[in-house]
């Protein structure tokens, strides 16, 4: 019951954080590194080499995620537009990593 007070969509995930609900993974960790800074990075800060990196690939994290759920939920057949996304996503994983 107060779950779905606080996120009507009973969507996952979610963080009540000062107050504030956010919905979205990577607000959350944003929010969790500027509520807690003293404590180790979730995120690597500005000055480390490989900070360029992660934006882009949280990004299509949150793509692939996207891709993979409405594949997994579409009335879909084998080859569909869905599952070609995902496949397509997933090589783009492949060569980012």
């Known amino acids: 019951d107060w779950f779905m007070r606080m996120q009507p969509s009973g969507g ?3 963080a009540k954080i000062d107050g504030r609900v956010i919905t979205e993974s990577n607000d959350i960790m944003q929010a969790l590194e500027d509520t807690f800074p003293d ?6 800060p500005p000055s480390d080499p490989q900070a360029p990196r992660v934006t882009p690939l949280l990004r299509l994290e949150r793509q692939l995620f996207s891709h993979w759920f409405r594949w997994l939920v579409s009335p ?9 996304e995902f496949e397509r996503l997933l090589s783009e994983v492949d060569a980012a990593l």
């Open 12 to 14: 996952i995930p979610v």
């Open 76 to 84: 879909s057949k084998a080859g569909d537009p869905q599952q070609r």
């Open 39 to 44: 404590h180790n990075p979730l995120i690597p």
